[in-house]
């Protein structure tokens, strides 16, 4: 006897029908008031529709999951169907399996609450492809010729041929490897459109997607449409910074056994009869794996890996031009922290921490400092601002991008200080004595003065100081730092934004923006969209300050020297270009 569905969210009684049929002991009543009590609401919150038009003959691939095939039968409603089996599943005979769900598309009749989306099928009307009988087909071996055949074998058949205004159509959905190679090669053959149920979300715990978000695809021309689909979601990976899967369906060329993986396995295969000849030139080929190693490239940068993006960017031959490769990867490449050939987890930590404090306060001394280099420490504001604004408009990660923006303002108010003492336009205090000019303290003091405003961690009170209202404490040093009179004084660029420090104040006295940040850093607090948004609007408004003000007043022409250096990506237009991707149609290079 099936169970009853209580749960009226929709959400809810999915998961419902999940863990009861999970417990189970009859998996055909389980379907039973799957179809009865959940099927209906799917369909009528997904409204899954198709552009086929009329449909006669639909042959199922046929897998282990019951549930979408339901779905398409509804959706299609067909006049007849062929169901291709396995020979078995799980233990059961595939005869077995297909005349269980036989019943249950036949109980689809008499279910009211299925609405339009209820099909009008007969016992007649089904054939299926499995055992050798008078009435069923014998699948001897479910590899893709033999699911060719058959399927060949059953559309040839009179009562497959459609009427006027019907067509036939091949479904995949939820069958193995095999069969889907095999219907895709008899629908490229024969001409017939080939469907697949697609879900829209999927439960992690569950590992099932949900019936409600289900949608049906359709592929007209299936050998093409196939490998200009991947095509199209490798460009759609890339213009979402998702190099690393789009690297993944770009795949891996074939080996000498034959065995290759994604598109460039696709590329180098060899077909039976074709001798040692590929589908696509060897030249295209290497085309391909050149566009994978400059994702892979971007990959290392969009992660902050400068030194390994300009290792990969320094091995092409011929080189890439300047216009594809970020400003930054050339820049901090070749003095980015690298801890690749590190033995172990805590080595490696151990390497990182040293090399980037070295990079902060100077391997030797502070004139070695990345604040003492103004294009490589450009190169870095700029990068960094621009992957915020990535993290709100690609990835919807506003958590990361509040994290982020806080970091870099508070970083750019230790740049300002450090870009002062390295001018010798500091006044430093040491014990109370009369204040001096850096370049008067001796080395050890230069040196360790330096470091100590590095590390120093409070934004409250460098941002005081860069106002002229209060000296900069380094305690572990016994210093005191303020602005000499020819540094610049920092411009309140936060006034009148939505996180004003002077009006968003929290209740410790120190500026909202401050304390939020420390509250998402030790928790899982989520930030919104739009406090992101403000976060980010903060943050251009201080690196704006920071190049106007500071960077420039000591450095001159800086600014100049950076105009127009690449932040971004460049335009997958560009890169197919520069990859020469001439065999991709022409709307898949736009």
Sequence with gaps: MSFQLTKSD?????????????????????????????????????????????????ALTVGESFE?????????KPQRVVLILNS???????????????????????????????????????KLVDLPDDNLVDLPD???THVFRKLRAAFQESAAQPPAGYTNVVDITG???????????????????????????????????????????????????????????????????????????????????????GILGAMSQILGGSGNTPLFDQSDIDRVKRL????????????????????????????????????????LGSIWPNVTSALNAQTAAQQLLNLHLALKQGSEKPSDSLFAQPLPLLAYVRDELAKIERLISKNEDYRSAYLRAAGLEEFLLKARLCISWLKNELDVTINNNSPVRPSALSQNDQSEGFKAMVSHSSADSMRKTL???????????????????????????WKGKQLDFDTFVSDRGNPGFTRLRGEAIHTHLYIPRPIAEAALELVQAAVEEFERNWLEHFHKHTLAKAKDKLVDAPSWSRLCEVCELTFLPPRLCQ
């Design 292 to 331: 994978a190693s400059l994702f892979e490239m971007y990959e290392a940068w969009e992660n902050g890996d400068y030194a390994t993006a300009k290792t990969i960017k320094d091995g092409f031959d011929p080189t890439l031009p300047a216009d594809i490769v970020p400003w930054s990867i050339e820049e």
């Design 88 to 126: 078995s599943y799980g233990g059961t005979p595939g005869d077995h399996h297909g005349e269980d769900l036989k019943k249950l598309m036949l109980r689809l009749n008499q279910n009211q609450s299925l609405g339009n989306f209820r099909p009008q099928l007969s016992d007649a009307n089904f």
């Design 10 to 58: 929709i959400k809810d009684r999915t998961r419902e029908y999940w863990e009861k049929s999970s417990r189970s002991a009859n998996r055909f009543s389980s379907y039973e008031c799957y179809i009865d009590q959940l099927l209906g609401r799917e369909l009528s919150t997904a409204k899954p529709s198709h552009s086929l038009g009329k449909v006669h003959t639909l």
């Design 467 to 493: 106002q002229r209202s209060r000296q900069l404490a380094l305690q572990q040093v016994n210093m005191k730092v303020s602005l000499s009179n020819g540094a610049p004084k920092l411009d309140e660029y």
């Design 175 to 261: 069958a193995k490897n095999s069969m889907i190679v095999g219907a895709f090669l008899y629908a490229a053959h024969s001409g017939l459109p080939i469907t697949y149920v697609d879900f829209g979300e999927y439960d992690s715990d569950w590992r099932r997607p949900y019936g409600y978000t289900c949608r049906i695809g359709a592929v007209a021309n299936p050998y093409e449409a196939f490998h200009l689909r991947d095509w199209e979601q490798v460009r759609r990976l890339y213009e979402s910074y998702n190099f690393r899967n789009a690297r993944a369906l770009l795949g891996k060329e074939a080996n000498a056994r034959g065995t290759g993986e």
């Design 68 to 76: 979408p095939l339901l779905q398409i039968v509804c959706v299609l």
């Design 142 to 144: 479910d590899t893709p």
